[in-house]
T-cell receptor
Framework: SQQGEEDPQALSIQEGENATMNCSYK?????LQWYRQNSGRGLVHLIL?????REKHSGRLRVTLDTSKKSSSLLITASRAADTASYFC?????????????FGEGTQLTVNP | DSGVTQTPKHLITATGQRVTLRCSPR?????VYWYQQSLDQGLQFLIQ???????AKGNILERFSAQQFPDLHSELNLSSLELGDSALYFC????????????FGPGTRLLVL
């Protein structure tokens, strides 16, 4: 089952604008990871935020995590046409052993030049 | 380039057949994960191996099996293939046994006719 749910499902913006994607999840997590996928290709890891962290930055990316609301957001600032892709959040829940990522359905971001 | 390699890139086969997908993790990574991405199910975790041993199991069908070899590469075997097994199969790797960044390979696109 898909634990993470991204919102919105699709987002279309102009180059230079900021893009914000939200993710909600259901269970307790160890960490939450954001990935990008260009059409039908591999998943590129963007950022990992642990359950005891509230905010993390990487270049033009900013991720926040609110464990009380079981939600996270990904902000891409000053977007570029090359940022066009699907973005997924994935939760790494607390398991007794091992690790597994549970993915949301993704947000399709289109950045228009 | 994540450093995770997968072969083959594409695979076309017939129902009832058996195929083997291969994955080489990043140098130094001990864990290998397998995921399936399909249009109707999204990205689903299948199984994790850590240093040769099964560590976590997800929604993996009984017709599917995997193993991790002493050199840490992994193979996913899919047998008695059905049309619904057509999907993108990803391998990911991480340094330790869990709760870390998972780096994904480019995937193997399987088409069952």
């Amino acid at each position: 089952s898909q634990q993470g749910e991204e919102d919105p499902q699709a987002l279309s913006i102009q180059e230079g604008e900021n893009a914000t994607m939200n993710c909600s999840y259901k269970t307790s997590i160890n960490n939450l990871q954001w990935y990008r996928q260009n059409s039908g290709r591999g998943l590129v890891h963007l950022i990992l935020i642990r359950s005891n962290e509230r905010e993390k930055h990487s270049g033009r990316l900013r991720v926040t995590l609110d464990t009380s609301k079981k939600s996270s957001s990904l902000l891409i600032t000053a977007s570029r046409a090359a940022d066009t892709a699907s973005y997924f959040c994935a939760t790494d829940a607390r398991e007794t052993s091992g690790s597994r990522l549970t993915f949301g359905e993704g947000t399709q971001l289109t950045v228009n030049p | 380039d994540s450093g995770v390699t997968q072969t083959p890139k594409h695979l076309i086969t017939a129902t009832g057949q058996r195929v083997t997908l291969r994955c080489s993790p990043r140098s130094g990574d001990l864990s290998v994960y397998w995921y399936q991405q399909s249009l109707d199910q999204g990205l689903q975790f299948l199984i994790q191996y850590y240093n040769g041993e099964e560590r976590a199991k997800g929604n993996i069908l009984e017709r599917f099996s995997a193993q991790q070899f002493p050199d840490l590469h992994s193979e996913l075997n899919l047998s008695s293939l059905e049309l619904g097994d057509s999907a993108l199969y990803f391998c990911a790797s991480s340094v330790g046994g869990g709760f870390q960044t998972q780096y994904f390979g480019p995937g193997t696109r399987l088409l069952v006719l």
